[in-house]
Nanobody, 115 residues
Framework: QVQLVQSGGGLVQPGGSLRLSCAVS????????MAWYRQAPGKQRELVAA???????NYANSVKGRFTISRDNAKNTVYLQMNSLKPEDTAVYYC?????????WGQGTQVTVSS
């Protein structure tokens, strides 16, 4: 089993920054991929960024150059640094962990970009 606890998020003005955190516990060594997804009202959940166990990263085109996914192995935490935020980044953001058996989800956190 893997447990994910998210923190961060909130309200920010366009052009601002936020950092999301995802604390991971449980069967950490089994995890192959950590990722962040988001879901805006009326839209499907979409992949924002992912980092695999070897350290390589992948980003949605809409966030490339603005968002950065990283991890701190000592703290068992994955981060999503979001810069130059736009109103279209408004969504509930979810942390995700995948191993060979299943996918796990964090509780979700609201990010609202508005003036």
């Amino acid at each position: 089993q893997v447990q994910l606890v998210q923190s961060g998020g909130g309200l920010v003005q366009p052009g601002g920054s936020l950092r999301l955190s995802c604390a991971v516990s449980g069967s950490i060594l089994s995890i192959n991929v950590m990722a962040w997804y988001r879901q805006a009202p009326g839209k499907q959940r979409e992949l924002v960024a992912a980092i695999i166990s070897a350290g390589s990263t992948n980003y949605a085109n809409s966030v490339k150059g603005r968002f950065t996914i990283s991890r701190d192995n000592a703290k068992n935490t994955v981060y999503l640094q979001m810069n130059s935020l736009k109103p279209e980044d408004t969504a509930v953001y979810y942390c995700n962990a995948r191993n060979a058996v299943r996918s796990y989800w964090g509780q979700g956190t609201q990010v609202t970009v508005s003036s």
